[in-house]
């Protein structure tokens, strides 16, 4: 299925492109295009959401270590 949904993805995208940047091409080039740039596109947005996840479980991290130490030095202390 997710073969099916990018080749759509990429027609659609590929159609939109050479439109909005006004480029003539065949068929099968936009086609190729949009597919191409599909595939890119996966790839770097699930790379930046990899980062973004990381960089957010970190600060969760820091966050919780931040509260740990405040309890402590509040309550134990």
Known sequence: MPLVALLIVGVA???LAT?????NMDTPSTIALGVLG???GTVVLRGLVML???GAGFVGALLGALILIWAWKSWVR
């Open 13 to 15: 995208v590929g159609f």
């Open 19 to 23: 439109r909005i940047l006004k480029v």
């Open 38 to 40: 599909a595939l890119i």
């Open 52 to 54: 973004a996840g990381i």
